[in-house]
């Protein structure tokens, strides 16, 4: 590196935003995961001992998922390389472990490859990485704010250890606070800036736990505030607010929370309870989720869980879900809210469901089973030869109480019952 290169990469450091200067440089800085980094731990042992086995880390956005492997890589005088789950692909994978086994050969050192966002690589290309993995010739630490379960091939995790990364606590994100105003290396110390206690308790609930979000928030907030007469800056929960602006809500509609969510407003309403079903309703909404997805799933629901108990709900469910294709959002949102409240006040029967259920079952297990001679029509001569239509009871006209409708095979099967009424106590 010379002269030149020394003074681009200063002039890129202290341009950096605020997140990525005030950025752990050792164990002793970084906050919070004690429970997989704190003294006695069998990472930290590991870490420490520079025998290091690959991991994944899944965690929350803003947890130290990052900032951790790049400590860990600074501990153990590992080359450190990094790899984006979006951006890059099999060419740039090659060319790491090519470069990684020169240096292995030359200089014996071990390379870190951190892939950012791991769950976002084809099956593919996680499939390299295995033999590469298994012969040591690199150290593999994956990044996932998705459950590895679902989103990482089981070989990879199989050979690799799953940490799971909890947001940071209130304490954890004060004292991140409280760092970033007083350090005047790498982060505000030089503005003589002090946050009102109000704005901190604020900053640090609307975070959910992401330090980056804080950081982020924290440094629009002082460079915008006038000092006073005495050079000092004061930072209330009004400026606090302006830097946030709308923070996108941890959510992702292609990802676990995504299904976790739905699965709460399903609840909800099924528990009768209209409070938790808007709010899981509106925190779907308030992050951006297509209503028409909302809606469809709450005609699902009109059948499956209120059912016969309440026939109407299906035909309210349909119409709301009309008048959110015609209007969108955020127009269409009263109407969903309208009825997300219907829905968990009204009674609830599975009773169809159930039914529809149980004949899957004998579908499945006695297959094709023929349609009975009687119930056939007989358009044809040749048809009413063979049968078809013979001794059919024609309802309207003869008793036929004792006329059988199902398969020889399902005579007398009973598939709905009607007894799985759940009553509303609000209503009743």
């Not at 025998?51 to 947890?63: E, Q, R, V």
Request: glycine content about 6%; overall charge neutral.
């Amino acid at each position: 590196m010379d002269l030149f290169d020394s003074n681009l990469e200063q002039s890129i450091k202290s341009a950096a935003p605020l997140a990525d200067r005030m950025r752990p440089v050792n164990l002793d800085e970084f906050l919070g995961q004690e429970h997989i980094v704190g003294p006695g731990t069998l990472l930290r042992r590991a870490i420490e001992a520079d025998d290091l086995p690959s991991m994944i880390f899944w965690g929350p956005p803003g947890s130290g998922k990052t900032t951790l492997a790049m400590v860990i890589a600074k501990i153990t005088n590992s080359y450190f390389v990094e790899l984006s789950g979006v951006t890059s692909g099999l060419k740039d994978l090659r060319a790491e472990i090519d470069t990684a086994k020169e240096r292995r050969k030359y200089h014996n050192q071990r390379t870190i490859l951190f892939v950012d966002e791991i769950h976002r690589w084809t099956k593919a290309q996680q499939d390299s990485l295995l033999p590469q993995v298994e012969k040591g010739i690199i150290t593999l630490i994956g990044a996932t704010t998705e459950n590895p379960s679902f989103e990482v091939i089981s070989p990879l995790i199989s050979r690799s250890r799953v940490y799971v990364l909890k947001p940071l606590s209130p304490a954890n994100l004060e004292s991140i606070i409280t760092h970033a105003l007083s350090d005047k290396v790498r982060g505000l110390g030089n503005y003589q800036a002090q946050i009102e206690d109000t704005a901190k308790d604020f900053l640090v609930r609307i975070s959910n736990g992401d330090a980056r979000v804080i950081l982020n928030a924290l440094e629009i907030a002082v460079k915008n505030t006038v000092p006073d007469k005495s050079g000092s800056r004061l930072v209330d929960q009004q400026l606090i607010a302006e830097a946030l602006q709308h923070k996108a809500l941890l959510y992702d509609k292609g990802g676990e929370e995504h299904y976790n969510i739905i699965s709460a407003l399903h609840k909800s309403m099924r528990g009768n309870d209209p409070d938790a079903a808007l709010y899981w309703l509106a925190r779907m909404l308030e992050a951006g989720e297509d209503p028409l997805y909302i809606a469809r799933r709450l005609v699902r629901f009109a059948s499956e869980d209120v059912g016969l108990a309440d026939n109407f709900a299906v035909v309210l469910a349909n119409t709301v879900f009309d008048v959110c294709h015609k209007l969108g959002m955020p127009e269409c949102a009263v109407h969903l809210a309208q009825l997300v409240i219907y829905l968990s006040e009204a009674k609830k029967s599975v009773d169809a469901y159930l039914a529809y259920g149980a004949v899957i079952k004998d579908v499945q297990e006695f297959g094709q089973l023929p349609v009975p001679l009687h119930l056939r029509n007989a358009p044809t001569k040749l048809m009413k030869n063979l049968g078809y239509g013979k001794d059919y009871k024609y309802t309207p006209l003869v008793d036929s109480s004792k006329q059988e409708y199902l398969p020889e095979e399902l005579k007398g099967k009973k598939y709905y019952h009607k007894q799985n009424l759940k009553n509303n106590q609000q209503n009743t």
